[in-house]
């Protein structure tokens, strides 16, 4: 079933839960399009843990075109969501055009964007220009230089309010879902419960509506950082380098190629050649 803004919000009226992963490249997006997953985010943490970077904040509108395109590609049912990068929408003509481009150029179905109140115009613009959008708030990982760091948000009254009220105003300007990130799981539960759009969360717990993991953090291929939020699926970083390991030994002893791994010509062919 192909996977689309109105099925998320259809999906959470009918208290179905949403499943999302992040996905930079084309044979990712394959695999985990397979798997049934109904949403794949090209995510700016692709600054992270594909472009080596130690935050998002360096990422750029031509990666994230480069990037999307190549998910969308791989995608049959999943819903593609790719991200505005930092300061790519701090202004209406400035949003409403780079979202038109992951769109129009990168062939996303939709676009998240970080804030809340402080983005709410942006947000009804660009769904006023027929894009869907994202919202995405709690720890939003562009203003790490403001947070002072990754920390939990919304701990204190006044911060879990102001996350509430960011929450109903996105879906006022038209979001189509929420990501709701590092936030304490019961107040996770509390906007779940009060928006009609669906929530996903990231380090917020299970009241909401759906999850989604960086797929490299939840198999254990990204070894730089690991959040408490993340569970390992699978250990494919040790597959991985196990598996270069023996390459490695094998190139160097000649084992790699074998008989099986040669291409072969006749002899009489060969024998001129000499
Ligand atoms: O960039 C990203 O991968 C994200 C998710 C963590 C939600 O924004």
């Known amino acids: 079933m192909k996977n689309t803004t109105a099925s998320f919000v259809e999906m959470k009226r009918t208290g179905e839960r949403i499943s999302m992963l992040t996905a930079y490249d084309y044979s990712t997006a394959r695999l985990i399009d397979e798997s049934n997953i109904n949403g794949i985010l090209v995510g700016d943490s692709l600054g992270m843990v594909c472009l080596g970077y130690e935050n998002t904040l360096s990422v750029t509108m031509e990666d994230m075109i480069h990037h999307t395109r190549a998910v969308a590609r791989g995608v049959k049912n999943a819903l593609v969501v790719s991200d505005m990068p930092f300061m790519s929408y701090t202004n209406i003509d400035d ?3 780079n979202a038109g481009r992951l769109i129009k ?13 402080k983005v709410k115009n942006q947000v009804r613009a660009i769904v006023d220009a027929q894009i869907p959008v994202m919202g995405h708030i709690g720890l939003t990982p562009q203003s790490i230089n403001v947070f002072g760091g990754f920390k939990v948000q919304g701990k204190s009254e006044e911060a879990a309010r102001s996350i509430i009220e960011d929450a109903k105003l996105l879906q006022e300007a038209g979001a189509f879902a929420i990501v709701l990130e590092c936030i304490p799981s019961d107040l996770a539960k509390i906007i ?9 969360g990231i380090g917020a717990g299970p009241g909401c509506d759906g999850q989604i993991l960086v797929y490299q953090d939840m198999i254990s ?6 959040p408490k939020f993340v569970k390992e699926y699978a250990n494919v970083g040790s597959i991985m380098r196990e598996s270069f390991m023996s390459y490695d030994k094998e190139v160097k002893n000649g084992v790699f190629p074998g008989e099986k791994h040669c291409f072969k010509i006749e002899e009489s062919i060969i024998n001129k050649l000499y």
Do not use: D, Q
């Not at 291929?221 to 690991?226: C, G, L, T, V």
């Open 95 to 97: 949003a409403v055009k």
């Open 105 to 117: 150029e990168g062939f996303a179905g939709a676009v998240k964007l970080e804030g809340g109140a």
């Open 192 to 200: 779940s419960n009060e928006l009609y759009i669906p929530t996903i």
């Open 221 to 226: 291929m990204f070894s730089s950082f690991k």
